[in-house]
């Protein structure tokens, strides 16, 4: 955590905070654990065939949970198994892995780790800044360093900071009362205090919210620039300041910024996890069976087309799902959890199939852009301690030059260890865009020589960079979705359009799940609880019903979701 973070006022024993998120603050982790399970469908529904579109964690997610229902997922994937959750192996040693989108999973997300601990994944902390698994930060400003163990060997200046941003958001957001409700699990108190903010705040901008508090209007712009730079939990959060404050509040209520833990062994074992699991609380299907074997070991190819063509008579028909390669099938309902923007710039959607206003909601979805460049070196040698000045020869690093965000993962002393040169996002993430590999890191390790005068980062190099800039891929077209102001009616409309009782006939059965349909974009734990969405609307739509005593997302929608700005 950074300085910033630490606003937990309620102190040690109270209950955990959650990612119960204010919007919807439906308790999916309880969901998930209930004896009795999700739901059930009807006996003459088993073995039907769902199409959902993505091998991503939501798309997974969804397919595993319909599977263990008795419906047969078909999954659709253009590209790999793991989508966003994307692991890399370096050439010359495969056990050393980068993980090019997500990496560091809040333990607060706990839908996300009940699909990682029932799949028996390992984890580990993830060494932000100034957290207890790193062993020293170096914050660079306007061409100053400062050396921290802990936030207390921070300039007060620093600690300004961090006061202001704790005055900030509880001044205009409640935040302590929202925290304390949420540890409570008290919903009709979230959204007491959230249906307000909605209201104030939808169009104000992150930066726009801390130039107009009181703590940073007297703290001064120099304290708001070093906010930009140390924001809170991972680090600097400037490149956000256009977004909407509402997402940056969902963040830190929820402490999805905080308490970071990654997979060993890289975040894409927890999708390839789920692809060969094979659970036993299956119904319908025999002891052994996996999304796996149900698809002969590979999902079917990407989506070219999406159809809905008259059913027998003339009537609502079943969606035709058409292959890249020209294969066709159809199917009485579909889930797609692919970035939303695709369904417009990859796929042939039939325009009919969504209502015009979740068409303007889902162009209108803005993408964070996202690059990371990875070097392998031979040792983790930024242990090694001057013995001029008694301190680690390299640190994590936050600067405003061009690398932003430098991280040091290893694996123990004698094995090749991992730099993330550089984890940056808009328009950071552009500069790199237009650069090869080798470019962007000579650019990296030039500035990095500049905070670190005398380090030789680039004799410990082994083998060749990796890096990635999510925008460019087709498709992804971008890392994760934030909100600008006023985008929260168009959040509001994507992520409660699963429940689909008040659409026509025709409109019905195809439901959006996946990262920018969530509140929580840019973090994991959305993924999966909107695939959990799309898994409630596919069992009412096949006329199944939720479990006595575990009502599902949809069952408690109209109470405790979303309020409606439209
Ligand atoms: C740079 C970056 C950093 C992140 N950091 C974190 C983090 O630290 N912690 C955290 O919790 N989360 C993080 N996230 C977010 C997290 O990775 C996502 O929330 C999650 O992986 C999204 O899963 P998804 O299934 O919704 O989407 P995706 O993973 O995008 O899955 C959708 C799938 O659809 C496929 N597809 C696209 N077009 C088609 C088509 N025509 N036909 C068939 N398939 C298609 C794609 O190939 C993809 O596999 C990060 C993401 C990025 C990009």
Redesign the pocket.
């Known amino acids: 955590m950074t300085i910033a973070t630490d606003i937990n006022h309620s102190g040690p024993g109270t209950a955990p905070v959650t990612m119960l998120n204010p919007d919807f603050p439906f308790g999916y982790d309880t969901y998930l654990q209930h004896p009795s399970g999700l739901g059930s469908i009807p006996e003459a529904a088993r073995g039907t065939k769902v199409a959902v579109?993505?091998?991503?964690?939501?798309?997974l997610v969804t397919a595993y949970e319909l599977m263990k229902l008795g419906l047969c997922p078909v999954v659709?994937?253009?590209?790999?198994i793991?989508?966003?959750?994307k692991t890399r192996s370096f050439a010359g040693a495969p056990s050393v892995t980068a993980d090019?989108?997500?990496?560091?999973?809040?333990v607060s997300?706990r839908s996300?780790y009940h699909y990682v601990d029932k799949l028996g994944l390992r984890t580990e902390a993830f060494p932000n800044p100034l957290s207890d698994a790193t062993s020293s930060t170096v914050i660079e400003l306007g061409g100053k360093a400062h050396y921290a163990r802990t936030p207390e060997d921070l300039p007060a200046f620093f600690h300004e900071v961090a006061e202001a941003w704790h005055d900030a958001v509880d001044d205009g957001a409640q935040f302590r009362q929202m925290q304390e409700a949420i540890r409570a699990r008290d919903t009709g108190r979230i959204k007491q205090l959230w249906n307000v903010l909605v209201r104030d705040l939808d169009e104000q901008t992150f930066y726009g919210f801390i130039a107009a508090s009181r703590a940073f209007k007297e703290a001064g712009f120099d304290h708001r620039e070093a906010f930009g730079q140390v924001g809170f939990g991972t680090g600097g959060w400037d490149t956000d300041f256009p977004n909407s404050i509402l997402e940056i509040l969902r963040v830190v209520y929820t402490d999805a910024d905080d308490g970071h833990r990654s997979i060993v062994g890289g975040a894409q074992r927890l999708p390839e996890a789920l692809w060969h699991h094979a659970p036993e609380d299956l119904v319908h299907w025999p002891a052994g069976t996996s999304l796996a074997s149900l698809h002969g070991g590979s999902p079917r190819g990407?989506?070219?087309r999406i159809t809905r063509p008259p059913g027998a008579g003339g009537g609502v028909g079943d969606f035709r799902i058409e292959e890249k390669w020209g294969r066709a099938a159809q199917y009485p309902a579909v889930v797609s959890?692919?970035?939303s923007w695709?369904l417009s710039t990859?796929?042939h959607t039939e325009e009919g199939l969504f209502p015009a206003r979740l068409w303007t909601a889902m162009e209108r979805s803005h993408y964070m852009q996202?690059s990371?460049t990875f070097v392998m070196v031979d040792r983790p040698f930024w242990k090694d301690v001057d013995p001029g000045t008694g301190r680690d020869v390299l640190s994590m690093t936050l600067t405003d030059r061009l690398p932003r965000a430098t991280y040091l993962l290893d694996d123990g002393p004698d094995k090749p260890a991992v730099i993330l040169l550089s984890y940056t996002w808009n328009d950071d993430a552009l500069k790199w865009l237009a650069l090869d590999a080798d470019g962007r890191v000579e650019l990296m390790l030039h500035s990095l020589e500049q905070i670190y005068p005398g380090v030789d980062i680039a004799s410990h190099i082994v083998g060749e960079p990796i890096t990635v800039s999510?925008e460019s891929d087709p498709?992804?077209m971008g890392?994760?979705k934030a909100n600008l102001p006023g985008h929260y009616r168009y959040q509001q409309r994507l992520f409660t359009h699963f429940a689909q009782d008040g659409l026509p006939e025709h409109q019905r059965g195809i439901f959006l799940?996946?990262?920018d349909i969530s509140f929580t974009?840019?973090?994991?734990?959305?993924?999966v609880t909107t695939g959990l969405n799309a898994v409630w609307g596919v069992v009412k739509h096949l006329g199944g019903v939720s479990a006595p005593g575990n009502p599902g997302p949809g069952d408690l929608l109209e109470e405790l979701g979303p309020i409606s700005l439209d």
Do not use: Y
Request: proline share 2%; with cysteine; net charge neutral.
């Open positions: 579109i993505g091998a991503g964690l939501s798309g659709h994937e253009a590209g790999e793991g989508g966003r959750l090019l989108g997500g990496m560091r999973f809040p997300g996300f990407a989506v070219a959890t692919c970035q695709l990859r796929i996202s990371k999510w498709n992804f890392a994760f799940a996946g990262d974009a840019g973090w994991a734990e959305g993924a």
